[in-house]
């Protein structure tokens, strides 16, 4: 009698033969015994080679060799210039070193980066003035290198609000009609310095006493009344239009800062009272005195670089300092 068919077969099992199993869906299934115990080779096992990854084709391994290759090629070119650019120096032997000790100071910055930001200089209205007022250079060297009395000065209008006025036409160099000096530009020869009238003026470095006009015009009609001394340098300064001159005498020693009138009006016929100052050097080394061989010079970057010294309150605060009349 024939219960079923053989699931592995598919013969048929006669019910007395079969090996029932119940299969995963709940059914009795009959198998032969033959059948049955060789179920298993039903079922394809793993192995070790089935974890094998699979062969690469040769398309692949020529890709990849490529690859490889041009990484290799770009690490060496790298390598190369990176020695190149960080290489050690070679040894030094000590043949080449020199043991002596070096007379200059070590400057521990050498160079700056291309674009490196550096942050500016704080600049004082002093430092600026003295930028734009260079010291002029003759031959290899700064005028006051060559003429040491132009170095710090004492400013000749005490308590001025400025070192040097604003206005290009009291400078160096204006306009002035009727004066021919080449080294003057268009004909000031000196500096206008501005100040309320009857401020004190003093000397902007020790010397001596060389001229003093008294008269009210000055002996070339635009003077007034002035002083000049001459430095011990040769160097030679004048102060003029000024209403009252101190008691100096041609020949007196003067000191830096010392009183020597009073700022004025006297042969200023179109402006107001003012200090036309005025600086000049001597054409040739070595020469002394009232001289009138000399060459002007701008006194700009003297000034500029001066100190202003604080008014006395009173001529009674002034030793020799009571002003004369100019004699009739």
Same mark, same amino acid.
């Given at each position: 009698?024939?219960?079923?068919?053989?699931?592995?077969?598919?013969g048929a099992?006669?019910?007395?033969?079969g090996?029932?199993?119940?299969n995963?869906a709940?059914?009795? @299934?009959?198998? =032969?015994?033959?059948?049955?115990?060789?179920?298993?080779?039903?079922? &394809?096992?793993?192995?070790?080679?089935?974890?094998?990854?699979?062969?690469?084709?040769?398309?692949?391994?020529?890709?990849?060799?490529?690859?490889?290759?041009?990484?290799?090629?770009?690490?060496?070119?790298?390598? &190369?210039?990176?020695?190149?650019?960080?290489?050690?120096? %070679?040894?030094?032997?000590?043949?080449?070193?020199?043991?002596?000790?070096?007379?200059?100071?070590?400057?521990?910055r050498?160079?700056g980066?291309?674009h490196? &930001?550096v942050? %500016?200089?704080?600049?004082?209205?002093?430092?600026e003035?003295?930028?734009?007022?260079?010291?002029?250079?003759?031959?290899?060297?700064r005028?006051? @290198?060559?003429?040491?009395?132009?170095?710090?000065?004492?400013?000749?209008?005490?308590?001025?609000?400025?070192?040097?006025?604003?206005?290009?036409?009291?400078?160096?160099?204006?306009?002035?009609d009727?004066? @021919? *000096?080449?080294?003057c530009?268009?004909?000031?020869?000196g500096?206008?310095?501005?100040?309320?009238?009857?401020?004190?003026?003093?000397?902007?470095?020790a010397?001596?006493?060389?001229?003093?006009?008294?008269?009210?015009?000055?002996?070339?009609?635009?003077?007034?009344?002035?002083?000049?001394?001459?430095?011990?340098?040769?160097?030679?300064?004048?102060?003029? =239009?000024m209403?009252?001159?101190?008691?100096? =005498?041609?020949?007196?020693?003067?000191?830096?800062? &010392?009183?020597?009138?009073?700022?004025?009006?006297t042969?200023?016929?179109?402006?107001?009272?003012?200090?036309?100052?005025?600086?000049?050097?001597?054409?040739?080394?070595?020469? =002394?005195?009232?001289?009138?061989?000399?060459?002007?010079?701008?006194?700009?970057?003297?000034?500029?670089?001066?100190?202003?010294?604080v008014? %006395?309150?009173?001529?009674? @605060?002034?030793? *020799?300092?009571?002003?004369?009349?100019?004699?009739?």
């Amino acid at each position: 009698m024939v219960a079923g068919l053989c699931p592995r077969c598919g013969g048929a099992v006669a019910l007395h033969e079969g090996r029932p199993f119940v299969n995963v869906a709940g059914a009795i @299934e009959l198998w =032969h015994s033959a059948c049955f115990e060789d179920r298993d080779v039903l079922v &394809q096992r793993s192995t070790a080679l089935d974890f094998l990854p699979t062969p690469p084709t040769p398309r692949l391994v020529r890709a990849l060799g490529g690859a490889v290759a041009g990484s290799l090629l770009v690490a060496i070119v790298i390598g &190369q210039w990176t020695w190149g650019e960080m290489a050690p120096p %070679p040894p030094a032997s000590l043949l080449n070193v020199d043991l002596a000790v070096a007379s200059e100071p070590v400057v521990l910055r050498v160079a700056g980066a291309e674009h490196e &930001q550096v942050p %500016p200089r704080l600049v004082t209205v002093e430092t600026e003035l003295e930028t734009r007022y260079e010291v002029p250079v003759r031959g290899a060297m700064r005028l006051d @290198e060559l003429f040491p009395s132009l170095r710090a000065w004492t400013h000749p209008v005490t308590g001025s609000a400025e070192l040097m006025p604003d206005q290009a036409s009291r400078h160096f160099g204006a306009h002035r009609d009727g004066i @021919e *000096r080449p080294e003057c530009g268009a004909g000031h020869c000196g500096v206008d310095l501005d100040g309320p009238r009857g401020r004190p003026i003093v000397t902007v470095a020790a010397g001596t006493v060389v001229r003093v006009e008294l008269s009210e015009l000055g002996l070339d009609g635009r003077s007034g009344r002035y002083v000049r001394i001459e430095h011990d340098d040769g160097t030679l300064t004048s102060y003029m =239009h000024m209403d009252d001159v101190a008691e100096v =005498h041609v020949g007196d020693r003067v000191a830096a800062g &010392q009183y020597l009138g009073t700022l004025g009006a006297t042969a200023v016929f179109s402006s107001v009272p003012h200090l036309h100052f005025a600086l000049e050097v001597p054409a040739h080394p070595g020469m =002394h005195g009232d001289i009138t061989d000399t060459h002007y010079v701008d006194p700009a970057p003297f000034l500029v670089r001066s100190t202003i010294a604080v008014p %006395p309150r009173s001529l009674a @605060e002034r030793p *020799r300092e009571h002003g004369r009349k100019p004699a009739s």
